[in-house]
């Protein structure tokens, strides 16, 4: 019976010991449990990958909430150097009086690359022309000197050359467009240029427009569209990534230092292996 009495008790002593060390578990987990505000703005082109990370990512930490607009690079670095946001998504490196400002107000731009991209010059399918060198798209947008398609295509085009372009001063992509080609940023375009922002756009103002040039993300660009060559090389994935097409680049998450909380994890996640074929379902070359 004495036997008994002390096998109950231990079976006691275990079902409440099991019952403390369960709880701790709990409270443990709910403690170190992610939780949390991020908030995001900047490239349209960065924007359905940081999309749909988000997504993923609140699936995997349901009491994380992830606030993701797009804007452009310049205007997104314009809001992160408010406070506004927590990630800047862009495709550039900031610019000298961007670094200057965030020195200013003690702030630490850290750049971390998310995925490789390029930008493509895009025609109407109509078009014989299949290849532009550096010289004649300097000429086409900036120089002026080539104004119509009988000029480059051996008169099997005729017309004016309708010029798209969007603003390098907001706009990551146009700035890579005019440093490439015309050597700086900030050279103007010819007259009579249509501006067209967000750059998505410019796949059906292309299409519907058989004397239209225009330049935009590879990502976007479907069948609507004809990409030329520039200089004989098309942007394929291997070009983008040994750079040998011209108007190869990055895309970038910028925070305020190294990130560190939810930043670092949701930015970690990007460059996992699920979040890297995020990138590659949105059009983009996984850097990992």
Not at 154 to 159: A, E, F, H, S, V
Request: hydrophobic share 35%.
């Amino acid at each position: 019976m004495k036997n008994k009495n002390v096998i109950l008790l231990l079976l006691i002593i275990s079902v409440i010991v099991a019952g403390c060390i369960g709880d701790n578990t709990k409270n443990l987990k709910q403690q170190t449990e992610l939780s949390g505000v991020l908030k995001l703005d900047g490239s349209t082109t960065v924007y359905p990958i940081a999309k749909t990370a988000s997504e993923e990512f609140i699936k995997l930490h349901p009491a994380v909430t992830i606030d993701v607009q797009q804007s452009s690079t310049g205007e997104g670095l314009v809001k992160f150097l408010a406070g506004e946001t927590d990630i800047s998504d862009a495709t550039r490196s900031p610019k000298d009086n961007e670094y200057a400002e965030a020195k200013q107000k003690g702030m630490k731009l850290h750049m971390t690359v998310i995925s490789n991209d390029a930008v493509g010059v895009i025609v109407h399918p109509s078009n014989p022309l299949s290849d532009l060198s550096t010289a004649q798209l300097n000429a086409i947008y900036f120089n002026e000197t080539i104004t119509d398609w009988s000029q480059i295509t051996n008169g099997t085009k005729k017309g004016k050359i309708k010029i798209y372009n969007t603003d390098p001063k907001i706009s990551g992509t146009a700035e890579l467009f005019n440093t490439k080609i015309a050597g700086s940023a900030d050279k103007p375009y010819v007259a009579g240029t249509t501006i067209i922002h967000p750059t998505p756009l410019m796949i059906p103002t292309i299409r519907d427009d058989p004397d239209g040039i225009a330049y935009t993300p590879v990502n976007w660009i479907n069948s609507d569209v004809k990409v030329v060559k520039v200089n004989g090389v098309a942007p394929t994935q291997q070009t983008i990534l040994d750079t040998s097409y011209l108007l190869s680049r990055k895309m970038y998450m910028i925070t305020d230092g190294a990130p560190v909380g939810i930043e670092r994890e949701f930015i970690s996640f990007i460059l996992s292996e699920k979040g890297q074929s995020i990138v590659q379902k949105e059009g983009f070359i996984p850097v990992t």
